[in-house]
């Protein structure tokens, strides 16, 4: 099963870690709005018709995704009703399928507006690291290719990646791909943090900073060692040559 889903047929098994579906007897709606619309999808914008239909932003996908046809049509579908997908249709290579699409097309004008939003409301949550102080995150993946990794956030601030801790934490890191912050701030350099004003020091100990202390007390044991094999070498030099002069003398 692909990473990235609460997945349809993971919702249908029963298993008590799956995510109920909000349209379970609501009005029929286009795929995509049902999709994007399940719980634990929330780091997911909805990517326009016009955008999918545009065959030059699917170039490579064909061959990335079986049954790539009836994948497209099903994401395509304006009238997705979720009773008629629970005993007849499987989605999952659609789910991928977007997932694929999603990546791409959040790295375009439309796509980084509608992340915007998502990151200055801070639906994708804050960096867990206390000295930034809060820094809206965003979603990157580790791999390029699905079923690789879950996604992860990445905190500008700070510049490293960390484990979301909402429902999200399941979608698969390529819906987002590796570049998407770095695309984002590249757009956007006005919503780049600056780094953390203040760093993690180790504290005082008996009136020293503990680091200093180690280290001088590691210093001191190596000049002592040194100081006693120079001493060593000298005794051992002393007592070759009064062996000799014993010898020498008889």
Known sequence: MPLHLFSVSAIMSGNQHSISRPYESGPVCSWIHWFTGLQGHDFLCRVPNDYILDRFNLTGLETAVPNFNVALQTILDPEFEPEVWDKAVDTVHAETLYGLIHARYI????????????????????????????????????SDLCGHSHVKLYCPRCLDVYQPRSRCCLLDGAMFGTGFPHMFFMQLPEL????????????????FKLADRIMSMVAGDTETKRAEAGK???????????????LHYN
């Open 192 to 207: 780049r943090p600056h780094p953390p004003d203040e760093k993690y020091v180790g504290r005082f100990l008996l009136s």
């Open 232 to 246: 060593a070498e000298e005794n051992v030099k002393d007592s070759r040559g009064s062996e000799r002069f014993v």
């Open 107 to 142: 790295l375009t004008s439309h796509g980084l507006e509608a992340m915007c939003k998502k990151y200055e409301r801070g639906e994708f949550g804050i960096c867990p690291r206390f000295y930034c102080k809060g820094q809206n995150t965003l979603p990157i993946g580790l």
